[in-house]
């Protein structure tokens, strides 16, 4: 059976974070040995919001390079590359403008989200809202859809996204009478919530997280930080793994089920203190995550990772090339 085309997209917000990989870049390794997998790195959906401050765009760009490919993403499966290489994306986009009703722009509920990240007070939110954050959907259709792509890896809160992508292709074959454009499906991916040390979401910003390019070293430093149960404060205190929010979270992601009745046990008749329960998680983690950092300390040349970005690029850009032919060709514009 023919593979079906794949595409999903990662912003790059500089160097990632283990709840990175668990949500998005383990899936991606794991998928491309089932479809024909297109990943990207959306560097264009950055400049939606965060447009003023450039300077740290191309290193943030190599650096979740690095991340993808340490997660053992494949450039000999994959086709790996950066949005704004393809510049034919930014055509697609344009075109696609043209049959998207504003209502449906705006009806978008994770496009409420982004605005409210935009500023505390709603009204000034509503003012920071720029021509590019509130057409960010259609340019993620155009990623979609310039390389023709059929699936979506998504967690549960992205599936209404998927939904007006499916509307602006379906309402393009309608119009210019082809069926040149797929309607892309979601492919519903585990995303487990992770928590950063302090117990909020873990997120770059909150300076809370665990990042893939940590040494073992800082991460073991970072785990030790981890908020735990509130009432086991001494050693000989009993505590309560549900009430251990961070840490025990941790576990329940990365350790076996032998090692969890083992913790459970020695948490609640106080057998160990959570100084050295968390030592026991770093080395867990530590050991998850081992393969992955060697893999990306030996990417020591930023030349090696643009090489690879180059081919993908290449590739990438052939294939969109061929679909903006067709895209003109239906609406009846020139190839010039
Ligand atoms: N919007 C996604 C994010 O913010 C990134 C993205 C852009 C994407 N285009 C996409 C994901 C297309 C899947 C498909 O992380
Ligand atoms: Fe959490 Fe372990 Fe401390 Fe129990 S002993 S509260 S599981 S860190």
């Given at each position: 059976m023919k593979k079906k085309r794949l595409l999903s997209?990662?912003?790059?917000?500089?160097?990632?974070?283990?709840?990175?990989?668990?949500?998005?870049?383990?899936?991606?390794?794991?998928?491309?040995?089932?479809?024909?997998?297109?990943?990207?790195?959306?560097?264009?959906?950055?400049?939606?919001t965060k447009y003023k401050d450039t300077s740290e765009l191309q290193s943030?760009?190599?650096?979740?390079?690095?991340?993808?490919?340490?997660?053992g993403v494949d450039p000999n499966k994959s086709t790996i590359y950066v949005q704004s290489a393809i510049p034919e994306v930014a055509e697609l986009h344009l075109l696609l403008s043209m049959v998207t009703y504003q209502n449906w722009v705006e009806r978008d509920p994770t496009l409420k989200d982004m605005v409210r990240m935009l500023a505390e007070d709603e009204e000034k939110a509503k003012e920071e809202?720029?021509?590019?954050?509130?057409g960010y959907v259609v340019l993620q259709t155009s990623d979609i859809l310039s390389v023709l792509g059929e699936l979506v890896p998504v967690g549960k809160d992205q599936v209404a996204h998927l939904e007006l992508s499916r509307d602006i292709a379906r309402r393009f074959n309608h119009i210019y009478k082809t069926n040149l454009l797929p309607e892309p499906k979601s492919l519903l991916t585990e995303t487990?919530?992770?928590?950063?040390?302090?117990?909020?979401?873990?997120?770059?910003?909150?300076?809370?997280?665990?990042?893939?390019?940590?040494?073992?070293?800082?991460?073991?430093?970072?785990?030790?930080?981890?908020?735990?149960?509130?009432?086991?404060?001494?050693?000989?205190?009993?505590?309560?793994?549900?009430?251990?929010?961070?840490?025990?979270?941790?576990?329940?992601?990365?350790?076996?089920?032998?090692?969890?009745?083992?913790?459970?046990?020695?948490?609640?008749?106080?057998?160990?203190?959570?100084?050295?329960?968390?030592?026991?998680?770093?080395?867990?983690?530590?050991?998850?995550?081992h393969e992955i950092r060697e893999r990306r300390v030996s990417f020591k040349n930023d030349k090696d990772i643009l090489e690879i970005l180059d081919a993908g690029n290449k590739k990438a850009r052939q294939v969109v090339r061929h679909t903006l032919e067709q895209v003109r060709d239906a609406m009846k514009l020139k190839t010039w």
């Open positions: 997209g990662i912003r790059p917000t500089g160097s990632l974070h283990i709840g990175h990989y668990l949500g998005v870049l383990c899936n991606w390794a794991k998928l491309q040995n089932e479809h024909e997998c297109f990943y990207f790195i959306a560097d264009w959906h950055t400049l939606t943030d760009i190599l650096e979740v390079a690095k991340d993808i490919l340490s997660s809202v720029t021509y590019g954050l509130l487990p919530s992770v928590p950063g040390v302090d117990g909020r979401k873990m997120s770059k910003s909150y300076g809370n997280d665990i990042k893939l390019e940590d040494s073992e070293e800082v991460a073991s430093k970072k785990v030790l930080q981890m908020i735990t149960d509130p009432k086991k404060i001494k050693r000989t205190d009993p505590g309560n793994p549900e009430d251990c929010q961070v840490a025990y979270k941790h576990y329940e992601i990365f350790a076996d089920k032998k090692t969890l009745d083992v913790v459970q046990d020695e948490c609640k008749t106080a057998k160990i203190g959570c100084v050295d329960c968390k030592k026991r998680l770093a080395g867990i983690m530590n050991s998850y995550f």
